[in-house]
């Protein structure tokens, strides 16, 4: 089973990543990478990672500040966004926030709608991306 999933949409130049599984250290490296390859073939204006519809979440602290010294895959001002509705989720995701640089334009939110809505859009076709 994929823990995770990446959706375009190409009029707006969204790439979403959705994670549907355990989110772990190691999914986390297996995101960074599969968004990494997915952005060097598109022109990506804004991104989001989902983590809604997670069904673990078991990152280490030391695995988030490892992956905030990291270059941004999107870099500023683009706009990014983490959705984490849940407490815990949302607080790793500040964690991140907080020790990364060059990323001033990330923001955290609890639902992939004010997403939407900070970008002003209303209306979005996704299309799944062939990860292979």
Not at 5 to 30: P, Q, W
Not at 66 to 94: C, E, N, Q, T
Request: glycine content about 4%; charged content about 25%.
């Amino acid at each position: 089973m994929q823990d995770f999933y990446l959706e375009y949409d190409a009029d707006h130049r969204v790439l979403a990543v959705r994670v549907t599984g355990a989110f772990d250290d190691a999914v986390m490296r297996r995101v960074y990478d599969a968004v990494a390859d997915a952005m060097s073939r598109r022109d990506v204006r804004a991104s989001l990672l989902d983590l809604s519809a997670a069904s673990d979440f078991n990152l280490s602290a030391d695995a988030v500040r490892g992956m905030s010294k990291l270059a941004p895959l999107l870099p500023d001002p683009l706009p990014k966004y983490i959705v984490a509705a849940a407490d815990h989720m949302f607080g790793m995701a500040r964690m991140f926030q907080i020790t990364s640089s060059g990323r001033d334009a990330l923001q955290i939110v609890r639902t992939p709608q004010e997403v939407y809505a900070s970008l002003g859009l209303h209306t979005l076709r996704f299309e799944r991306l062939d990860m292979r």
